[in-house]
């Protein structure tokens, strides 16, 4: 019997974050665009 190929479930539950910088408040998932606005200054808010 072939095996299926198990699907990767990683605990990498994308959580949204939420960053600030001026007022301006984005809230985001995706850890690549999380760490490139707070590249650009933007505080995570816990």
């Known amino acids: 019997m072939a ?3 198990e ?3 990683e605990e990498v539950v994308e959580k949204s974050v ?4 001026d ?3 984005f ?3 995706d ?3 999380i760490s490139a606005f707070e590249n650009q ?6």
Not at 18 to 21: A, D, I, R, V
Not at 41 to 46: A, F, I, N, R
């Open 3 to 5: 095996k299926k190929k």
């Open 7 to 9: 699907e990767t479930t």
């Open 18 to 21: 939420t960053l600030t910088k």
């Open 23 to 25: 007022g301006v408040s």
């Open 27 to 29: 809230t985001l998932s």
């Open 31 to 33: 850890p690549i665009m």
């Open 41 to 46: 200054g933007y505080e995570v808010e816990e």
